[in-house]
């Protein structure tokens, strides 16, 4: 199994609290993702990495900024939480950035009331 | 646009019956690569299968097969005899770039 964590594994936050979620990798990845998943959404990408220090947008970054300062971490932060974020966040590491598959971490499930 | 349609929302079959989860695609790109990935009930998501379009081979891996028509768009995945252990929320993505697009998925039960 890809070395893959997060933290924390399950969280109940209130509205307007700002939230970070961490994502550990010992696979020494080029490639990090966020997502989050939803019923009838499927996954979708929330930001995602291609190096230390270098991130982009996904089709849902709208209220997310992340962070990556060392090759094995990478954060998400919601600044001012909303219920619509309520979701089970996904990260996931790969080698490249195309034609490749990812490895994902266990989830972590968030509630913001 | 890049999309995944996976029209099936639940499917539910009773033990050893074959069943076969859709997957239709969109995209403009000339080289992209689709996936499989399988998220059982304990919630990790699980790599199936990989493929880019410029192989059209038909797979098979053991009970599972997938077909891949550029034709019709269709990357459709196969179970064979299924068991009870194949329950799980099935997805198919598309990978054109740096990004993969996921389908809204397809949950299987099969009832003993």
């Known amino acids: 199994d890809a070395g893959i964590t997060q933290s924390p594994r399950h969280k109940v936050t209130e509205t307007g609290t700002p939230v970070t979620l961490r994502c550990h990798q010992t696979?020494?990845?080029?490639?990090m993702y966020w997502y989050r998943q939803d019923p009838g959404h499927g996954l979708r990408l929330i930001h995602y990495?291609?190096?230390?220090?270098?991130?982009d947008k996904g089709e849902v970054s709208d209220g997310y900024s992340v962070s990556r300062s060392k090759t094995e971490d990478f954060l998400l932060t919601l600044e001012s939480a909303t219920s619509s974020q309520t979701s089970v966040y996904f990260c996931a590491i790969s080698e490249q950035g195309v034609g490749i598959e990812q490895f994902f971490g266990p989830g972590t499930r968030l509630t913001v009331l | 646009a890049q999309k995944v349609t996976q029209a099936q929302t639940e499917i539910s079959v009773v033990e050893k019956e074959d069943v076969t989860l859709d997957c239709v695609y969109e995209t403009r790109d000339t080289t992209y690569y689709l996936f499989w990935y399988k998220q059982p009930p304990s919630g990790e998501l699980v790599f199936l299968i990989r493929r880019n379009s410029f192989d059209e081979q038909n797979e098979i891996s053991g009970r599972y097969s997938w077909n891949f028509q550029k034709s019709t768009s269709s990357f459709n995945f196969t179970i064979t005899a299924s068991q009870v252990v194949d329950s799980a929320v099935y997805f198919c993505a598309l990978s054109p770039r740096f990004k993969t697009i996921f389908g809204a998925g397809t949950r299987l039960f099969v009832k003993a």
């Open positions: 696979e020494n990845h080029r490639y």
């Open positions: 990495s291609y190096g230390v220090k270098d991130t």
